[in-house]
């Protein structure tokens, strides 16, 4: 299949699969007669599981070790277990993140009475913030 299949079928921009061939995640295609790029069902398939990782949030060094670990079935699967794991806790560190920023988002709007920006809590304590923590802007 050409270029603009492969990204159809697996919803890929061309862009992407370009890139992911520059930085080796996906093996270059043989071409055509006319040098056009010919993808063959491993290219769907290694495409998929990167696209996978990806949305799950797996930094491209993280892919890469993952695809090197897909590639040599009779290795132990024990680092692709760690290398879960460590970005599991990162997921968890940055949901932690996010509860916070709720949190204190939550608490500047609850302080809003309307009217005149001039009075405005937000402001207010958008501004105060770093002064209020010992922070330095």
Not at 27 to 36: D, Q, S
Not at 54 to 60: M, N, P, Q
Not at 116 to 129: K, Q, T
Request: charged share 30%; proline share 3%; aromatic share 4%.
């Amino acid at each position: 299949m050409k270029i603009g299949e492969l990204s159809k079928v697996t919803g890929t921009n061309i862009e992407t699969v370009r890139y992911y061939e520059r930085i080796g995640l996906l093996p270059k295609p043989a071409r055509t007669a006319g040098n056009y790029r010919s993808y063959g069902e491993p290219h769907r398939s290694r495409l998929a599981f990167v696209r996978h990782s990806r949305e799950l949030g797996f930094a491209i060094e993280e892919v890469r070790s993952l695809l090197d670990l897909a590639d040599h079935p009779e290795r132990e699967c024990s680092e692709a277990d760690r290398i879960a794991t460590r970005h599991l806790a990162q997921v968890e560190e940055k949901i932690g993140q996010l509860v916070t920023l709720r949190d204190e988002l939550s608490r500047i709007i609850g302080r809003c009475r309307g009217g005149l920006a001039a009075d405005c809590r937000v402001i207010e304590a958008l501004g105060d913030h770093g002064i209020c923590n010992g922070e330095h802007a």
